[in-house]
Nanobody, 117 residues
Framework: VQLVESGGGLVQAGGSLRLSCAAS????????MGWYRQAPGKQRELVAV???????NYADSMKGRFTVSIDNAKNTVYLQMNSLKPEDTAVYYC????????????WGQGTQVTVSS
């Protein structure tokens, strides 16, 4: 499985960005897709995951601001990020695996999101 992210960039605080991640290859093996992020000097952390049935799981700090969605026909997961804060600055990684309860084994290359104050 290959994951290709797009949509990162520079945005002012309070702004919005939409990330996309398209999966290719053995996509039939994917039961869930999601997003993690890693800020400089910090560990990678969960942002949100979604399974093919639409069930979601969000990190508490992202609830209400971020929305994860999936297009099963396109094997693509999206992350709509609103009300962005400077502390949201990080590299955002797409992730895919069997189920939403565990971190998947497939990773994208990451896309940089920078929020200026």
């Amino acid at each position: 499985v290959q994951l290709v992210e797009s949509g990162g960039g520079l945005v002012q605080a309070g702004g919005s960005l939409r990330l996309s991640c398209a999966a290719s290859g053995r996509t039939f093996s994917i039961g869930a897709m999601g997003w993690y992020r890693q800020a400089p000097g910090k560990q990678r952390e969960l942002v949100a995951v979604i399974n093919r049935s639409g069930g979601t799981n969000y990190a508490d700090s992202m609830k209400g601001r971020f929305t994860v969605s999936i297009d099963n026909a396109k094997n693509t997961v999206y992350l709509q990020m609103n009300s962005l804060k400077p502390e949201d600055t990080a590299v955002y990684y797409c992730n895919a695996g069997l189920e939403a309860r565990t971190t998947g084994v497939y990773w994208g290359q990451g896309t940089q999101v920078t929020v200026s104050s």
